[in-house]
């Protein structure tokens, strides 16, 4: 236990018990979903895309661990909006022992979803990269963090339809200029996010992938 942690202890962002933000008990409560199709969100094989919803520019699947709720939705939350780090190291914890335990059908090269430079300095940070290079560096993943960039600041997109969330993202997304060669090498890659709503941001990235030549993109998210 480090200094830091006996002066300021860890508690759970749920129930306050000392130890961890995300304590074992509360994450136990939290529900674990079904694999489903990340376009009509039915039940599907390992999450795979649907034959009769698949695109030519889109998703081939999708991983999403647990239901957004709960001490998990607190965590994100808390990573996101008041600057916990330390929170992303047990939210990339728990995934890992996830996808060691379990049957995650793809392997290949994590990325994630880029965040506006503007927002990235204010924040210090960009949640998904922070915990996606932890996620691949456990289970033996190539990590490109800067493949995409986002080119425009957008709305917030809570307040949104779907409609509008999708019109939102139209074209905020591009790759990095100094991967352009190297995207050609890329069969197959993992795109990382924190939640998944309805999907427009993972879709609308997956489609200038797949664009530039990946043949295979995967969705995964903590939470949906």
Excluded at 45 to 62: A, N, Q, R, S, V
Excluded at 76 to 81: C, D, G, M
Excluded at 176 to 197: C, G, M, Q, W
Aim: charged share 25%; aromatic share 10%.
């Amino acid at each position: 236990m480090s200094l830091l942690d006996l002066i300021f202890p860890k508690t759970c962002l749920s129930c306050g018990k000392e130890g961890k933000y995300i304590c074992e008990n509360c994450l136990g409560k939290a529900r674990i979903l079904k694999p489903a199709c990340p376009y009509c969100e039915k039940p599907s094989i390992d999450g795979f895309t649907h034959t009769k919803c698949g695109k030519k520019y889109g998703l081939d699947g999708l991983t999403s661990f647990w239901k957004y709720e709960g001490v998990l939705k607190k965590a994100i939350w808390a990573l996101k909006f008041k600057y916990a780090t330390q929170v992303g190291g047990e939210l990339a914890s728990i995934l890992v022992r996830e996808l060691v335990t379990g049957s995650h059908p793809v392997n290949g090269t994590l990325v994630p979803i880029p965040i506006y430079w503007q927002r990235e300095n204010v924040r210090g940070f960009n949640q998904s990269e922070e915990i996606g290079k932890l996620i691949a560096k456990e289970m033996g993943w190539k990590f490109i963090p800067d493949l995409l960039i986002k080119n425009k600041s957008t709305k917030s997109q809570v307040e949104l339809t779907v409609e509008g969330r999708k019109q939102n993202l139209r074209g905020v997304f591009c790759i990095d200029p100094y991967h352009k060669s190297a995207i050609l090498n890329l069969k197959s890659v993992i795109l990382f996010d924190d939640v998944f709503t309805t999907g427009s941001t993972l879709k609308e990235a997956a489609k200038v992938l797949k664009r530039a030549g990946v043949e295979k993109v995967w969705g995964m998210t903590i939470a949906r």
